[in-house]
């Protein structure tokens, strides 16, 4: 990345209009307090290496990640695997207090479905999952709006964020869903564009 | 040889290959920017040299692992982990260092260095050094840069002039490939160019609104070392944008690419990677320097190297360490330190301030590829007729535009299909104004060795003690006051200006702690980037500057290598050093 772009980004991230990679960058780079230092940095308290979430969590995230970008004309999230994306951004990116966030997210979501539908995420049809996690996304944008930038994020929040990057950057979201060229090969800072035509999956 | 006390551990053991085996015509220690250039032109004239990178071995091409990977190929698509941040504090703050780029800089352990007051150190110990990594905006300095210290009282005055580095410029403009416009500016003169990258509609916009508005303010294009058109069998660029993964295309300069291939090509080059410069060997009875001692990285083993000639070439603060760390009895104080300046008057950069916007417009409007660089808008104040009074010297803008990608959190668009829709799209035109300014020399701002902490290898710590001041704050209020003002002024939406506040040393910057000057009474190095004293022994990267302007500086490196180069071989045949 160009050493002004990513000054620019970070300017940008600031102001809370984007997301994407340096958004993680910015929860990985929360201050660790000195017990999290020490015990990241003695390998005799690392972590296990088992998986941060079990096979039916990622499923769970998979159809989560597929309600907020669903399969159109393109693939949808869960074909770019955002589940286990998602699971391997907490486990390694996140604060130990965001991770459990996340994970008593999965629970909560959860219950919001019981509460509203009497049935789990899972046994829910496509329309009503939409209108679940819409709420959740309403009340996610309420809290931001109103919370200080450091403030800890709604666990829909991450859901959503750790969606838009795991399939954007996937190879089926950025080579099917976005415009993406390893080499251009050329420059030309004045293309036409036209309604429709896609974004450029890289900067 | 002197029996020097300031000797590695293991030195009983040196040179068991004999003295005549580890002799060269020159030595440089280094394989950065400006290494890699003083190699170059010491090879080309004929100079058998030994180059001493403390890193390991980096081949062009075949040692960037990263450089044709997918984003989707890292497993964190990029980010650094929790636990890389948690063991390097200093380096996570470094834009450029990510899962694609790490491998390219050195880790926080690997090299411990002491804050007195806060500065981010970030270093790159492998043959080509920060070469591979740098952001490549290459502006010349110019006259004022070279005359403000003398004009203003403020430190000492610069030993040359910008007429004396302006052939310079032009002879390293031509072999590294910068590509730039002919701009008629004299606050960045014009160089040697290719042909200068694209301007976006937004840019054109913007350099309209400003020029019309605000005379004396211009935005051109940043002159920038990748290459527009090829040169000397490298490039040409490919727009990917991902220079600092190293360019398989040969795309931009580095001393990987482009000088230490030159330098091997005349059959004159022994690079000598994993040599950690202990210091340099002053021979009190010769009154010259006669050698440098290496540690070996890995191995710890200690050996002597000798030359007619050294080139330090260290990246500010390592050759700083190096000389500070050559004692003898002729400099008790650290080699050439007489004037009591060596270590003093660290400067960077300082990039804190930045301000965004957003245009409505232009909708019909996008790029193809990825333009490596961006605009910049010079220097502006105290400068001509726009004078400040509540501040010294000025400060340029890296101004970079884009339309907005995915990576926006459109709120209200609904969940599914609609918002996929939309961000599969490009969102507005989004400009961030980075402010880069000029940060005066103060005595205060130093380095020193560590009295108590060494490194691995047995040498002392540095200790860094600097901090921006009085003048740099206040420059940042304007920074972000005119910033904003253009930007408004152009038509921008939600501006919003920013100071990060962080400490020295994230402009990766460092200049001065070993200044050039025409004293030795008050300066380490003379007019030709001559150690005072030690007249065979010449230091050409940042340790040299005597001010620091406010354009980037790596350039300014390039030329003072090459002339000086120019010089110490002429010195040499006329057996003046």
């Not at chain 1, 620019?8 to 600031?14: D, F, G, I, N, S």
């Not at chain 2, 591979?132 to 290459?138: D, E, N, S, V, Y």
């Not at chain 2, 913007?206 to 935005?219: A, D, S, T, V």
């Not at chain 2, 047995?458 to 940042?476: R, T, V, Y």
Request: net charge positive; with cysteine.
């Amino acid at each position: 990345m160009n050493r002004r772009d990513a000054l620019a980004r970070v300017a940008l991230l600031m102001s809370g209009t984007i997301i994407g990679a340096d958004l993680f960058l910015s929860s990985c780079s929360s201050p660790a307090s000195k017990e999290q230092k020490a015990a990241l940095l003695d390998p005799g308290k690392k972590a296990p290496s088992t998986p941060f979430l079990n096979a039916s969590q990622i499923g769970f995230l998979d159809e989560v990640g597929e309600t907020i970008l669903p399969t159109t004309s393109t693939p949808g999230a869960k074909a770019a695997q955002v589940g286990s994306f998602m699971a391997v951004m907490v486990r390694d990116c996140y604060t130990p207090a965001n991770q459990k966030i996340f994970l008593d997210g999965l629970t909560q979501l959860e219950q919001r479905s019981q509460k509203r539908y009497n049935q789990g995420f899972m046994a829910l049809n496509a329309a009503q999952r939409t209108a679940l996690l819409t709420a959740l996304d309403a009340e996610q944008n309420a809290l931001t709006a109103h919370q200080r930038p450091d403030a800890p994020s709604h666990y829909f929040r991450m859901m959503k964020q750790l969606t838009l990057l795991g399939y954007f950057t996937s190879e089926v979201g950025a080579t099917k869903a976005l415009r993406y060229q390893l080499v251009p090969g050329r420059y030309n800072g004045n293309i036409p564009y036209k309604k429709g035509d896609k974004t450029w999956a890289t900067t | 040889m002197d029996e020097n006390e300031n000797k590695p551990k293991g030195a009983a053991n040196i040179n068991a290959g004999g003295k005549q085996q580890n002799t060269y015509d020159a030595i440089v220690v280094g394989s950065g920017i400006s290494g890699g250039w003083a190699a170059k032109e010491l090879c080309e004239k004929g100079l058998k040299t030994l180059v001493l990178e403390r890193g390991r071995n980096v081949e062009h091409i075949k040692d960037y692992p990263t450089a044709t990977k997918h984003i989707w190929e890292f497993p964190h698509r990029l980010s650094n982990t929790k636990q890389f941040v948690a063991e390097n504090p200093v380096l996570s703050k470094c834009y450029a260092v990510d899962e694609s780029t790490e491998h390219f800089f050195v880790k926080d352990a690997e090299h411990p260095y002491e804050q007195k007051r806060p500065f981010d150190w970030i270093r790159g110990y492998q043959v080509g050094g920060k070469s591979l990594t740098w952001a490549r905006w290459t502006q010349r300095w110019s006259e004022v840069d070279f005359e403000s210290n003398l004009k203003e009282g403020i430190a000492v005055d610069w030993p040359i002039r910008y007429k004396d580095l302006a052939p310079w410029y032009s002879y390293v403009e031509r072999f590294a490939g910068i590509s730039g416009n002919r701009d008629g500016l004299s606050q960045v003169p014009d160089g040697e160019f290719l042909k200068p990258m694209e301007m976006m509609k937004i840019e054109k916009h913007l350099k309209r609104k400003i020029e019309k508005q605000f005379p004396g303010r211009k935005l051109i294009m940043s002159r920038t070392a990748n290459l527009s058109e090829p040169i000397n069998g490298r490039g040409p660029c490919q727009y990917r944008n991902l220079c600092n993964r190293g360019c398989p295309f040969s795309g931009y300069f580095s001393s990987n690419a482009a000088t230490l291939p030159a330098a091997k090509a005349t059959g004159n080059l022994t690079l000598r990677p994993h040599s950690v410069v202990h210091s340099i060997i002053y021979d009190d009875q010769k009154q010259r320097a006669v050698g440098v001692r290496v540690i070996d990285a890995l191995t710890n083993e200690a050996t002597e190297y000798f030359s007619k000639v050294i080139f330090i070439n260290g990246s500010t603060l390592n050759t700083t360490l190096i000389m500070l760390n050559s004692t003898s009895a002729r400099f008790p104080n650290g080699l050439g330190n007489d004037s009591g300046e060596l270590g003093h008057n660290l400067m960077d950069h300082n990039y804190n301030g930045s301000i965004s916007g957003i245009f409505e417009g232009f909708e019909d409007k996008y790029y193809y590829g990825r333009r490596p660089t961006g605009t910049y808008l010079p220097r502006f104040r105290n400068f001509g007729n726009d004078k400040r009074t509540d501040y010294l010297r000025g400060f340029a803008y890296a101004v970079i535009s884009d339309r907005q990608g995915w990576n926006r959190l459109i709120n209200e668009v609904p969940l599914g299909a609609e918002l996929k829709s939309q961000l599969t799209e490009p969102g507005v035109w989004s400009t961030t104004l980075v402010g880069m300014g000029e940060c005066l020399p103060s005595h205060d701002n130093k380095v020193a060795l560590s009295k108590t902490q060494k490194d691995q290898w047995g040498i002392p710590q540095l200790e860094i003690d600097a901090s921006f001041g009085k003048n740099e704050h206040a420059m940042m209020k304007d920074i972000l006051a005119s910033g904003a003002e253009m930007l408004e002024a152009a038509g921008f939406k939600n501006i919003k200006p920013k100071d990060s506040g962080n400490a020295m040393g994230l402009g990766i910057h460092e200049m001065g702690t070993a200044r050039m000057g025409r004293d030795s009474k008050t300066s380490v190095l003379n007019g030709n980037n001559q150690v005072w004293g030690a007249e065979n022994v010449f230091v050409t990267d940042g340790a040299a500057m005597t001010s620091g302007a406010c354009q980037n500086p790596s350039l300014t490196y390039m030329a003072l290598t090459a002339r000086a180069a120019d010089f110490a071989v002429r010195e040499l045949k006329k057996q003046n050093i």
